[in-house]
């Protein structure tokens, strides 16, 4: 796969405060995750990939070319920020006209792209006459992302995208943002909502304090933590005798067990090591087990090992 975006040594600080602290990395085409607590550096970053901050040292590209003052390659991004920054006295058909209309789009067709976007980000056509000033956060996020599509960008840098919509709404975003990346297009997105990120994204990059604690698909960065550990929750008919059997057999290095619930806790190191013996373990207890559920692979769990090691 190709590289869209690339640092090298990058930093930016504002006077004595530094947003990125010499970061390197690469981010691959597809779909890419950017997950950090409040202050981690995500905005700059987001900024500096679209064009609106420079690097105070160190460099990044994006298609093989630094942003900054660079229409070639900002027209090739498309952008949905944060905040709410939409006229609310214009009707969403008028304001994405007037952007398709500085983007250097000309033509007859422009009302109709418009209005392709629309459907397409799922603005429903019965809200297209309202003044945006009356949308819920939800729609308004339809329409933010609507004018990031508006010219049909290769790159498309989300932040916090899924704010203020609703189930429905989410998942129909998330299916639309997988389309386009099966359609070419690349996407980084910033989100607190680890969840949806997890079922979105094959790689992901986490920063904190202006660094980069872990790059890479979630495979790779749990393969990367030294101090990881598999942890499993199994519902059976007799966690006493599974745990005897486990502890004996070597795999563990901790277990919890409530006998009443009939849930046993446990944790192993070497994950591939353990599920690789798992079934003939579980053949010599003799127990009956009912569901087995790790707690260790979600995006959360990663999330709160590298910002805590």
């Known amino acids: 796969m190709s590289t869209v975006i690339q640092a090298v040594e990058l930093s930016r600080w504002y006077g004595i405060v530094m947003?990125?602290?010499?970061?390197?990395?690469?981010?691959?085409?597809?779909?890419?995750?950017?997950?950090?607590?409040?202050?981690?550096?995500?905005?700059?970053?987001?900024?500096?990939?679209?064009?609106?901050?420079?690097?105070?040292?160190?460099?990044?590209?994006?298609?093989?070319?630094?942003?900054?003052?660079?229409?070639?390659?900002?027209?090739?991004?498309?952008?949905?920020?944060?905040?709410?920054?939409?006229?609310?006295?214009?009707?969403?058909?008028?304001?994405?006209?007037?952007?398709?209309?500085?983007?250097?789009?000309?033509?007859?067709?422009?009302?109709?792209?418009?209005?392709?976007?629309?459907?397409?980000?799922?603005?429903?056509?019965?809200?297209?006459?309202?003044?945006?000033?009356?949308?819920?956060?939800?729609?308004?996020?339809?329409?933010?992302?609507?004018?990031?599509?508006?010219?049909?960008?290769?790159l498309l840098v989300l932040d916090e995208p899924m704010n203020g919509l609703d189930p429905m709404g989410r998942q129909e975003v998330a299916l639309l943002l997988k389309q386009l990346a099966a359609g070419g297009v690349s996407v980084l997105i910033s989100s607190h909502i680890l969840a949806e990120l997890e079922s979105l994204c094959k790689n992901i990059l986490v920063l904190n304090w202006g660094r980069i604690l872990a790059s890479g698909s979630q495979k790779e960065i749990r393969g990367d933590l030294k101090n990881w550990s598999e942890e499993l929750s199994i519902h059976c008919d007799n966690p006493e005798k599974l745990a005897r059997c486990l502890f004996d057999a070597g795999v563990l290095l901790g277990f919890d067990l409530e006998a009443e619930t009939g849930l046993l806790s446990i944790r192993v190191k070497d994950a591939t090591a353990f599920y690789l013996r798992w079934t003939g373990l579980l053949l010599d207890s003799g127990v009956t087990v009912f569901a087995v559920r790790s707690h260790s692979r979600s995006l959360k769990n990663i999330f709160d090992k590298v910002t805590t090691t």
């Not at 010499?22 to 900024?47: H, Q, R, Y």
């Not at 994006?62 to 952008?79: D, K, L, T």
């Not at 709410?84 to 007859?108: H, M, Q, S, Y």
């Open 19 to 154: 947003g990125l602290n010499n970061v390197s990395f690469s981010i691959e085409a597809g779909l890419t995750g950017l997950v950090g607590p409040n202050g981690a550096g995500k905005s700059t970053l987001i900024e500096i990939v679209t064009g609106q901050l420079q690097p105070s040292s160190g460099s990044l590209t994006v298609f093989g070319q630094a942003p900054w003052n660079n229409p070639s390659v900002i027209r090739r991004i498309g952008y949905c920020p944060e905040g709410e920054a939409i006229p609310k006295d214009l009707r969403p058909l008028d304001w994405l006209t007037g952007l398709a209309l500085l983007a250097g789009l000309r033509g007859a067709d422009v009302q109709r792209r418009c209005e392709a976007i629309l459907d397409r980000v799922g603005l429903p056509r019965v809200h297209w006459s309202k003044r945006m000033g009356q949308y819920s956060k939800g729609m308004k996020q339809r329409v933010k992302l609507g004018q990031g599509l508006l010219h049909e960008p290769d």
